[in-house]
């Protein structure tokens, strides 16, 4: 039996709300500045993302919420946010939901929804 392309390396998986909802938290915490692959927070992170259930093992890269991609996550949240005096990154808007329009009020959706998260 012959593979296809698709059917030989899973896909990349979009980023999930409860997903979002952490790595936001971990920005927010850094006053919305983007936090590096070595932080011990990026790599407990990381480790808590690659043991929920959201997305089923066999559909996984083996780079999976690596260290890497949440570290790059956390870039992407910060640069994209309303307020960001900088260049944006290319890892897309965040979603409405993340990007209530004031930083302040963002602030206190992401805490709110993070702390709501954790107890789910």
Known sequence: M???????????LDWEREELILAGDLV???SWRQIAATDPRVIELSALLRRLPQ?????RR???RNVN?????????ATNRPGHPGRATN??????WLT???PADLMRLVLRQAAQARTA
């Open 100 to 102: 209530p329009g004031e």
């Open 62 to 64: 083996p780079d999976f």
């Open 55 to 59: 997305h089923p093992v066999h559909e």
């Open 2 to 12: 012959v593979l296809a392309m698709d059917d030989a390396v899973p896909r990349r």
């Open 28 to 30: 927010a915490r850094n």
């Open 69 to 77: 991609s949440v570290a790059r996550k956390t870039a992407d949240l």
């Open 91 to 96: 890892g897309g808007v965040p979603p409405p």
